[in-house]
């Protein structure tokens, strides 16, 4: 199983920019997906969770600027962010809870996208 990050760059502040966390290999389903921010030399932060039955949640830091939604079918989470400030520069990962079989599943984390912004 992998979990490839997309979707980063430069972008000014005001402007928007969208990310992908697909999830490949023997999946049977997935649970939760998050996504988390690193800058470096500080720890990393969480940003935004999607869970299976469409629950979502959100850092303050984010809320009302930041979307998360998922294809399932795709096995895909995505990443809307607008109204980027230039705090929010970090490499973004995501991680998902995968099911490789029946009631065994394990946490993988990709690889990480840059978004740097501008001011």
């Known amino acids: 199983v992998q979990l490839q990050a997309s979707g980063g760059g430069l972008v000014q502040a005001g402007g928007s920019l969208r990310l992908s966390c697909a999830a490949s290999?023997?999946?049977?389903?997935?649970?939760?997906m998050d996504w988390y921010r690193q800058v470096s030399g500080k720890e990393r932060e969480w940003v935004a969770m999607s869970a299976s039955d469409g629950t979502t949640n959100y850092a303050e830091t984010v809320k009302g600027r930041f979307t998360v939604s998922r294809d399932n079918a795709a096995n895909t989470m995505y990443l809307q962010m607008n109204s980027l400030r230039p705090e929010d520069t970090a490499v973004y990962f995501c991680n998902a809870d995968i099911f490789v079989r029946a009631r065994v599943h394990s946490t993988y984390w990709g690889q990480g996208t840059l978004v740097t912004v501008s001011s």
């Open positions: 290999g023997s999946i049977i389903s997935i649970d939760r």
